[in-house]
């Protein structure tokens, strides 16, 4: 089952269908930061076909993802930049520095022995005074409903909420750690966060 459900989102227009009914529920908190605090210069870490890139016409845009059907999508449909890269292996200091890195959605695809080594990469993107934010699937303690959606995600690598906390602050300094569910269906965690004081560049 497994199996069939990544093959069938690794089409383009399958995974924008999926995502759209619950895109702007799911991109709330980070809207309300966005408007606060308006971004000059962001990336978007496993942007897939450009879900967010809309979101962003008003700043350089910059969108990272491994699937290059995804990113002709987004090349297609927006403006901006979009890079095909492995972030377990490729640099992407070439890309310079960023105001603001969003995360959606993409770091529960990753074990943890290649997960500290990519945030490594992603923490070094950002400026000093920079905002990440970071919105990841949790993997509920209980029995129901999100847990099994968790389960049934094509990443394999869901976390319980303490374990992201801490995964996410040994990179970041926390400014928000906001756990919600999505459409009843989905146990999320956000995570706003800015460079560490003591970080090296």
Known sequence: MRRIIERVMEQPWVYSLWQAPFADAKFSR????????????????????????????????????????????????????????????????????????????????????????????????????????????????????PRLMARLDRGRYARGIQAWQDLLERHFEALSVEPYILGRLWSMLYFQGTTRPCASR
């Open 30 to 145: 980070v809207q309300q930061q966005l408007d606060r605090r308006p971004s000059r210069r962001v990336l978007d870490v496993g942007c897939g076909p450009g879900t967010n890139a809309d979101r962003f016409r008003g700043a350089e845009y910059v969108g990272v993802d491994i699937n290059e059907r995804y990113l002709a999508m987004g090349r297609a449909r927006y403006p901006g930049m979009f890079v095909q890269a492995d972030l377990a292996t490729d640099d992407l200091a070439g890309l310079g520095t960023f105001d603001t890195i969003v995360i959606n959605s993409f770091l529960h695809h990753l074990p943890d022995h290649i997960l500290d080594d990519v945030m490594v990469r992603i923490a070094a993107r950002l400026e000093p005074g920079g905002v990440v934010h970071i919105l990841e699937l949790v993997l509920p303690d209980r029995i129901g409903l």
